[in-house]
């Protein structure tokens, strides 16, 4: 746990990569599962990944998320985006994966089933968009600290236009939106950012015992 914790406090969101230094692949398959393993909301991981390596691509991106050089000069960009179209078949699919992965019946888990449609199918889209959406913060929070642990840097961000994404990507069309970005990689030896000390709130600040 001490590790874990030294590793946090060596964390920081990057401002400058260094464009020159990849992620191997074995390092990037570590991440990936981590993002995989993540908990949610009834473990229906109601999103998906994309993870945009094509320059080209990612130079396109970069004016629709402010202009940041991370966006560029990353060895990976990852963007979550949340399922827009959540519905009963979502649930049934992955009712299907729970019958095939435990090796139990499928009719064992109806009551589960219905369940989950009846807190999920009768929200309206707004909310049960905000919802999907807030999903995709829990996978983040996993990557973050899978990247510390492998002394990756990682810088997520809010800080773009998702309409922009969604047309640049395509997504719309997927029935996705596009939530969150984070890019990962090695931090540049220029990054003043690195050597700034991490300011938080104190533990008196912060937590309230009852």
Do not use: C
């Amino acid at each position: 746990m001490n590790t874990f914790l030294e590793n946090q406090n060596w964390r920081y969101a990057t401002k400058k990569f260094d464009a020159s230094k990849k992620i191997t692949t074995e390092d990037l398959n570590i991440l990936k599962e981590a993002i995989r393993l993540s908990s949610s909301s009834y473990g229906l991981q109601p999103y998906k990944v994309i993870i945009v390596e094509n320059p080209e691509l990612r130079a396109l991106l970069q004016p629709a998320a402010w202009g940041q050089s991370q966006i560029v000069e990353a060895s990976h960009l990852i963007i979550f985006a949340n399922e827009t179209n959540v519905d009963n078949t979502t649930i049934d699919s992955y009712l299907k994966n729970i019958s095939e992965t435990r090796n139990t019946p499928i009719e064992a888990l109806s009551g589960y089933g219905d369940f989950m449609k009846s807190k999920i199918s009768i929200l309206e889209t707004e909310v049960k968009n905000i919802w999907t959406a807030k999903q995709t913060y829990l996978a983040l929070g996993n990557l973050l600290n899978a990247a510390a642990e492998l002394k990756i840097d990682a810088t997520p961000m809010e800080g773009f236009i998702p309409a922009q994404v969604n047309e640049i990507l395509g997504l719309d069309k997927l029935g996705l939106n596009a939530t969150l970005i984070a890019t990962l990689g090695y931090r540049h030896e220029e990054d003043a950012t690195q050597h700034y000390k991490k300011v938080r709130k104190s533990n008196e600040e912060l937590f309230i015992t009852l």
